[in-house]
């Protein structure tokens, strides 16, 4: 469906500290940064392309919500604890969502504000895998 996705920040430098580490726990990296030299401009992450981008083209401070697939639980973990460590605000700790509240069955996730005060997340859907 998607080919890749991204979002702007007021300063790439800051928001990569964050997203290489709360990225990383996922298992994605810089695969493109522009310039190439020093990513000042956009940082694209993925495995073998990006598929979300950092940059300081787009508008910033919209707010906006990116839910990344992780491959277990404790990538979930592993996620927050690193967003949290690399200057990210807890928005919702690890853990299973309820049905009430409008989550399906086995949606185990975690979400952390970038340092834009987007809500980033990452989701492992026990059983859908």
Do not use: C
């Amino acid at each position: 469906m998607l080919d890749h996705t991204g979002i702007g920040v007021a300063d790439v430098a800051r928001s990569a500290v964050y997203y290489d580490a709360a990225l990383g726990a996922l298992g994605l990296r810089r695969a493109m940064q522009l310039p190439p030299e020093t990513g000042a401009d956009g940082i694209g992450y993925g495995r073998e392309y990006p598929v979300f981008w950092i940059d300081r083209f787009h508008p910033h401070g919209v707010k906006q919500h990116t839910a990344f697939a992780a491959t277990s639980l404790a990538q979930v973990d592993a996620f927050h604890a690193a967003a949290v460590a690399a200057g990210g605000t807890d928005n919702g700790p690890p853990g299973l969502r309820g049905f009430e509240k409008g989550y399906p069955t086995g949606y185990y996730a975690a979400f952390v504000l970038d340092p834009d005060g987007n809500n980033i997340e990452a989701v492992f859907r026990e059983g859908a895998r």
